[in-house]
């Protein structure tokens, strides 16, 4: 066991690492003393207790470990990433700080803390089994119908696309749909969101590392080269920095990639689709998108209407997700009032098809009738969420009672509620709010959500 006399350098270092998803204490033979994480999916502190680091995580050696580094040299490292596979076959990347604590010049244990950052990426090979297909875009919308009609069209040609739509409008389903349309539909496809991961570890998933080009890094193939012969779905690629766009372009442009730390070139055939969830001529403008690298993706260029543009689609959607409620859920239930339908159709929707989708989702958990009525979406309906254009009643006037603490925390409820609804994971609804996961889960357990 960890001698007593290093327990306070223990302490000290693990307070100043209060803000993480985990923090690792292992002994001087690399054995795992101690293990809090933050994230349930991942792994619990039983299954990693009393395990040495390299059972943990196979991949890693005494090279490229900090951990078994620390140990050895007794130095730390600061904000190293790493992109590893633990012993359950997950991918992770890692933001480690590791220091070693020394008495009498001996290393006596090491201190890991980590940041874990969501890959936020799906490798689908062969064929196009579990991918969406056209028959997936429910709509009775004349827009809509014709804007299928155009992916139908393009999806057999290998011209790039770009897609633009706001978040939860579906561009993921219109970048599998031209694969699963298309010539490469038995081939790879790809799907990277590029938001929320630092640049430098975003470089080495795009390219690919090469074990040695820096600490902690593996030998591992890049998103163009595992997307070869099909489909790579870049999402969000607003979000990649300027000096990675230009990096990318140069690649698309020379269609041969070299890994990060490699020395040879690695030639790709790759379709790419990408998607922006802003305009793209404000992003040009703002020079959060380079313009030679947007003619470049957009060759073909689709434009998805928001769900407030084809209101005539609620009614449809909501039967849709019903549907689908009834057979995950084993319901029965038949419909939703008119009542509810109508309250549904005035509400301007940011969060748009995901959004609807959610609130369907959460109408199922407290309906205990044949039909969705309004009271089953009173936490959606109720509190200020129909976005109405008229001033409140009083105007500007305040009333007795009023408490601007409960206000704000009233405000900041509603403001975590709408980016969980308008978003898949806690992890980009954190990103929607510019907060970190942690900050917001504990948000989300503050305010029952």
Known sequence: ??????????????????????????????IVEYHRISLDSYWCSQETEGCHILELYPELDEDSSTILQALKTGKATY?????????????????STTIPIVVDGQVECVVDSSKYHAIDQRVIRGDSGGLYTLDHIITQDTAMLALKERIRNVAPLDSSVLIYGETGTGKELVAESLHSEGKRSGKPFVSQNCAAIPSNLLESLFFGTEKGSYTGALTRKGL???????????????????GLQAKLLKVLEEKKVRRLGGSRDIPFDVRIVAAVNEDPAKLIREHRLREDLYYRLGVVRITLPPLRKRKGDIALLTRHFIERYNQKMKRDIRGISEQALRRLEQYRWPGNVRELQNVVEGAYVSARSEMLMVDHMTDILDQGLMELDQEPAGGDAIEDGFSLPQALEQYERELVRRAMAQSSSISQAARLLGVSRQNLKYRLQKFNL
Not at 13 to 29: A, F, K, Q, S, Y
Not at 225 to 236: K, Q
């Open 79 to 95: 904000n190293v990433l790493q992109d590893i596979n633990n012993r359950r076959g997950q991918r992770v990347l890692l933001e």
């Open 1 to 30: 066991m960890i001698q007593k006399r290093v327990l306070d350098q223990i302490g000290e270092v693990v307070r100043l690492c209060e803000d993480t998803d985990g923090i690792v204490i292992v002994n001087r033979n690399g």
């Open 224 to 242: 163009l080269e595992e997307a070869d012969g099909g489909t790579l779905f870049l999402d969000e690629i607003n979000s990649m920095e300027i």
